[in-house]
């Protein structure tokens, strides 16, 4: 048996004889399957060699991973290195040799933590590849876990304190469980797609469905900037795009202009 993964969405499946029928990740309205129809690659194929991950240093302690040529959504997730152990923030699904041995040069893996179910990827395979650390999910979103593992640990309330200067905070808005990772030491806020750098990388957007264009109402948007209120961070980080410098003021006035546009 082998494993497959969603070409759209990047979701790895449990080993199977064959690859699944459909992927409920896929056909949620917050995400597409393609006019084509539904594709599926096998893990072997796509660890054959043709892609790699990138190590992009972003600040002293931050280097973005992301595969290239693209593949999926094409996210980055993010190695924060601490003295008390590193934490792999969201995921991304090809996991090869020259990656582990990138990451155990930086000092290996603590914990991994995901923002939301469009990013868990290859989690377990993660988790496993460093020797079955834990990983850090909302336990609002385990409806979409495709892939269980005993690593996961579901986390509940409003934060979650994963190392030392390193919480997890509940959003909401784009999934119930939707979350974000605040890094004290770095000044940093990493958002997943909970809170969206757009192209000017100066403003930021939170979004129900970011490829189907449909919005959050005003509550939604409201309750993700008073979440984030408490947090000292001067840059915002999303799975794309970076915010840098006064990325705090960036989310107030973002989520201002927004309910402003929403006629809320
Ligand atoms: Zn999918
Ligand atoms: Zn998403």
């Not at 917050?30 to 043709?50: C, E, F, K, M, T």
């Not at 290195?81 to 996991?95: A, H, M, R």
Request: charged share 15%; aromatic share 10%; with cysteine.
């Amino acid at each position: 048996m082998t494993s497959y993964l969603c070409v759209t969405c990047g979701t790895h499946y449990p080993p199977d004889a064959a690859a699944p029928a459909r992927c409920p990740i896929c056909d949620d309205a917050r995400q597409y399957v393609p006019p084509a129809g539904q594709h599926w690659i096998a893990w072997a194929a796509l660890r054959d060699g043709s892609r790699a991950n990138i190590f992009t240093p972003m600040q002293p302690g931050l280097t973005a991973i992301q595969t290239q040529p693209t593949f999926a959504i094409g996210q980055r997730a993010y190695l924060v290195q601490t003295p008390q152990g590193n934490v792999l923030w969201d995921c991304i699904s090809l996991l090869d040799d020259a990656t582990v041995a990138e990451v155990q040069a930086r000092g290996g893996l603590a914990a991994i933590a995901i923002s939301h179910p469009h990013f868990y990827a290859s989690m377990g395979a993660w988790s496993q590849a460093f020797g079955d650390i834990p990983i850090y999910l909302h336990a609002k979103d385990q409806q979409w876990v495709m892939h269980p593992a005993p690593a996961i640990r579901y986390w509940t309330g409003e934060h979650q304190d994963i190392l030392p200067g390193v919480r997890l905070v509940n959003c909401g808005g784009h999934f119930p469980g939707s979350s974000v990772l605040h890094w004290a030491a770095g000044a940093a806020l990493l958002t997943g797609d909970t809170i969206r750098v757009v192209s000017d990388q100066r403003y930021v957007s939170f979004m129900w469905s970011y490829p189907n264009d449909i919005p959050l109402n005003a509550p939604a948007v409201r309750s993700i900037a008073e979440a984030v209120a408490p947090l000292a961070f001067d840059q915002l980080y999303d799975g794309w795009r970076t915010v840098t410098g006064d990325a705090q003021q960036a989310v107030r006035a973002s989520a201002e202009r927004y309910i402003q546009h929403i006629g809320g």
